[in-house]
């Protein structure tokens, strides 16, 4: 079946740290892979995307993800963060054959100044 | 500029009294989606459209129904909401299928309210 996981609920980092936040998934073929984040009471906003290509991706904000096959992983990068970025950040993966999202539970940013 | 425009922001409502949250969309989309999100936690698909062909979940209580009359608006109603519907409500729209290389797009949310 298809899935993603976010091991990590809860990351607390200091401002001007480096962040990385994981993401694995599970799925048959090729991935067509999602970074969105939430700021509190607000929807989920598209952060980047991966289809297919270089396998590193750049988004918005100063964020990157790298695609590994290998390691089913999709791990967003920011090399130094800012007290903004708190909030909360789902990875998700395209189901195939469906109009489903499936969406990891999500990493809830803390920053510290 | 806002794409997908959900409206009320914030909604309160009594415990069984129906409540209708709209969603329009600029993009043009064949796909429209209705999520319920509860505090801390993912995004639950409820049901979705394509042109006007509605997919309801298997798990989506009947006590949400959905309309979209055209292929910009598209409601979530609430028969009769219970305490459990307290939720953040988040309408997004697609051009086909995720597993197509199709991008989702989300409003703001409408915080619903059940007291």
């Known amino acids: 079946a298809q899935s993603v996981t976010q091991p990590d609920i809860h990351i607390t980092v200091s401002e001007g740290a480096s962040l990385e936040l994981r993401c694995n998934y599970s799925y048959g073929a090729t991935p067509y892979l999602f970074w969105y984040v939430q700021s509190p009471g607000q929807g989920l906003q598209l952060l980047l995307k991966?289809?297919?290509?270089?396998?590193l991706v750049q988004g918005i904000k100063g964020f990157e993800a790298e695609f590994k096959r290998s390691q089913s992983s999709f791990n967003l990068r920011k090399p130094s963060v800012h007290w903004s970025d708190a909030a909360e950040y789902f990875c998700a993966v395209g189901a195939s054959g469906t109009y489903k999202y499936i969406f990891g539970t999500g990493t809830r940013l803390k920053v510290l100044a | 500029d806002a794409m997908v425009i959900q409206n009320p922001r914030y909604q309160v409502t009594q415990f069984g009294k129906p409540v209708t949250l709209s969603c329009s969309q600029t993009l043009n989309h064949n796909v429209m989606y209705w999520y319920q999100q509860k505090s801390s936690q993912a995004p639950k698909l409820l049901f979705h459209y394509y042109d006007k062909d509605f997919n309801n979940e298997a798990d989506t209580p009947d006590n949400f129904q959905s309309r979209r009359p055209n292929t910009s608006f598209c409601f979530l109603d609430i028969r009769s909401p219970g305490l459990g519907d307290t939720a953040m409500y988040l309408c997004?729209?697609?051009?086909?299928?995720?597993?197509?290389?199709?991008?989702?797009?989300f409003g703001e949310g409408s915080w619903l309210t059940v007291v």
């Open positions: 997004a729209t697609s051009r086909g299928q995720g597993g197509t290389g199709n991008t989702i797009y």
């Open positions: 991966y289809f297919s290509g270089d396998t």
